[in-house]
């Protein structure tokens, strides 16, 4: 029987196969940030499969219907003077690295179905401009993980070392299950057919051009 994380992958690597289609963010990078996001699918209330808040209300793709949900999360914060809907009492508190640890409660997109999620979250890191150096690495999962962090993707300062760290998880699910050879034993049998059937054809036109 599959692991909880190897359930995860498996459910939703279409999911991500299809939003790294539409925006070239790679698909090894997209799994393991809604795994970190979602705690491998167990915390992903309005199948929100990523941290994403409502922000401008800009649609990216994948949220066209404007759901919105109040979450509790945690951010860190260089000021201890920042305003949320609702900060916990007793936070922020001052970390050994200068930063400032809120416990917060924050209005975040909704979705009717997961895919949507991915959708618009990949579709958030393509058109966002913040983001455009990293998407010259999309061909490098790891390099692209560690450009998205440098533009400041997570508040979280160790936010780099978790990601990859979870990457290498997913990537070894996806050889082990052979997630995308899958796909790819799927389209050569359709393409030999498709070659078979041309052969045909021209036998046919042959026999009767005779």
């Not at 999620?117 to 790891?142: E, T, V």
């Not at 997570?154 to 997630?179: C, F, G, H, W």
Request: charge should be positive; proline fraction near 5%.
């Amino acid at each position: 029987m599959a692991t909880k994380k190897e359930q995860f992958v498996i459910r939703y690597y279409p999911y991500a196969k299809k939003a790294s289609e539409k925006s070239g963010v790679p698909i090894l990078f997209a799994l393991a940030q809604s795994a970190l996001e979602s705690g491998w699918g167990k915390s992903a209330k309005g199948n929100m499969m990523f941290g994403i808040k409502k922000g401008s209300g800009r649609n990216y793709g994948g949220w066209s219907q404007g759901y919105s949900q109040l979450i509790t999360t945690t951010e860190y914060s260089s000021s201890p003077n920042r305003n949320f809907p609702f900060i916990y009492p007793g936070y922020p508190i001052r970390q050994s690295n200068g930063k400032w640890k809120y416990r917060i409660k924050d209005v975040f997109r909704a979705y009717p179905n997961p895919f949507f999620s991915f959708i618009d979250w990949a579709g958030l890191l393509f058109k966002n401009r913040r983001y455009s150096y990293a998407m010259r690495f999309k061909k490098d999962p790891y390099r692209f993980a560690e450009e998205v962090a440098k533009a400041g993707y997570a508040t979280d300062p160790n936010y780099a070392s978790k990601i990859k760290r979870i990457m290498k998880e997913v990537e070894q699910i996806i050889v082990l299950k052979k997630l995308d050879k899958k796909e790819r034993s799927i389209v050569l049998p359709m393409a030999i057919m498709g070659i078979s059937v041309i052969a045909i054809i021209i036998a046919v036109v042959k026999s009767n051009t005779k």
